[in-house]
């Protein structure tokens, strides 16, 4: 409401200058015709002592009128634009929290650079349509008002000839204007493409360069830029018409504006000011009418790109928690036959499961891949609900949790270690809620995760930049920060999904004698497909084809002369060759 009080009196004393200009002409005119009547007498100096001052009061005038104008602009501005950005910002807000309580199988369905575009460039777009183009809009409709009024107050014919080229103009900026966003889609759909071969080019270059494909690259990338280089082009050709025709256009009213007006003046309708007057109106509409094509098309990218928001906005998660009650985790977990299958598949990832962890005890999951390890994790970790059968925390069912504290109370590690572009200090203290104290307890959850003495290697200790997923780091040292990272919470549930393939034995040895003294009256779950990680624990679970074929400790399992014992030997055949 305010933008278009301010659109109104912007417009306002836009109109005014144009009637001062008038009225100052035709007082000159007036007074030049007095000023020779009177040639060679003292009457002709004061006439010309009036018209100075007839130049000097209008000049002013219109300087006031253009000041206050621009004042109402600049207000206009602020209102309609700054409130734009605002709703920009509560809009990506919303979806970026909308988009963290979506459930993981969203994720698998849509790509990342999906999910980035509908949070960037879509709500460019939107904020296009409610600042900028509610701005024009506004303008438009103000202006023809307000224009039109003066116009035809004057003279309806000449007003009459003076439009005609406008609505061709409009019909044509449209034109153009879908054109050109045609060819800019076509331009950033190519970008992206560069982009996104450029990201994954850089994160993978060790894979580029120990395959010697550098080459390969640089031509795949110039294919990609070539292609962009050309779209651009086309793009240029196009826009390269945008304000010739416009100023064609302008031209061409004005033209009409001189040439109607003259023969009007000349059979005495309108006076020389009038022709003046017409001529700022004609440039005042200019923009306007202009707009109306560029608007339409705001409007309409605007629409498509909110649809697409809402795509997402509308996706309910699959996983709801509404239990906002306090957790404390006391007893046992439980697997009454679990069930689960993925999404598109046939055969479930893990069927009819039924196993009881207490607390303070480890328990260890060992099996080859794709036995079902990781699916265990997800479900404990409840990123997926079971597809049948329950899952009970203390003998509640895991839905009915509040998964937020519940998840407080869990270290995990990923199979798939992901570090943020920070400091070994903050991916290591990542999850924790409290700094007080926090490098004390980061260096020490570092020597609980035997990577210490690597950190003491950097030039910047705990304050070295890792760069981007850890490039900087190996594999195992990515593995023992990750352990860190669940250590540092002192979790009363552990889960270590396969966390220690990239480490050598006596680093993992001294990781699990670590393990064994931090989960001390603490629960733990241990996976992986190596027995030498799961020997010592209570209480060993063999998955084969998501089922539990034994159960056992390390020495009952090796007396049953089966399938854990045939797998130990194996791999101790491995180790020795």
Known sequence: MLGLLFVTASNLFAVFPAQSVRIAIDLIQENLNTYRLFTGSTVQQELYHQVEWILIYFSILVFCFALIKGAFMFLMRQTLIVMSRLVEYDLKNDIFNHYQQLSLSFYRKNNTGDLMARISEDVGRVRMYIGPALMYTMNLVVTIILVLWAMFSVNVKLSFYVLIPLPILS????????????????????????????????????????????????????????????????????????????????????????????????????????????????????????SLGVVTSMIQRASASQERINQFLETKPDIISDNNSPFAFQKSIEFKSVNFCYSGKIENAVSDLSFTINKGETIAILGSTGSGKSTIVQLLLRMMDVSSGEILIDGNNIKSVNLKAYKEHIGYVPQDVFLFSDSISGNISFGLKDDKNSFDMVVKASDDAALTSNVQSFPEGFK???????????????????????????????????????????????????????????????????????????????????????SGTHVELMQLQQKYADIYQRQLMEEIV
């Open 464 to 550: 070295t930049i890792i760069g981007e997923r850890g490039i900087t780091l190996s594999g195992g040292q990515k593995q023992r920060m990750s352990i860190a990272r669940a250590f540092i919470k002192d979790p009363d549930i552990l889960l270590l999904d396969d966390c220690l393939s990239a480490v050598d034995n006596k680093t993992e040895s001294e990781i699990l004698e670590n393990i064994e003294r931090i989960t001390q009256n603490k629960t733990a779950i241990i996976i992986s497909h190596r027995v030498s990680t799961v020997k010592n624990a209570g209480k060993i679970l063999v998955l084969d084809k998501g089922r539990i074929v034994e």
């Open 171 to 290: 019909y044509s900026i449209f034109y153009v204007n879908t054109i050109i966003h045609k060819r800019s889609d076509a331009i950033q759909s190519q970008l992206s493409r560069v982009t996104s071969f450029v990201q994954e080019a850089f994160s993978g270059i060790r894979v580029i360069k120990a395959f010697a494909v550098e080459d390969f690259s640089k031509e795949d990338f110039e294919a990609y830029s070539d292609e962009y280089r050309n779209r651009s082009l086309d793009l240029a050709k196009v826009d390269a018409t945008f304000f010739p025709l416009m100023m064609f256009l302008t031209g061409l009213s004005t033209l009409i504006t001189i040439s109607v007006g003259g023969m009007l003046v000349i059979a005495g309708e309108i006076s020389i000011g009038n022709i003046a007057e017409f001529v700022i109106y004609v440039n005042m509409l200019m923009w306007p009418v202009a």
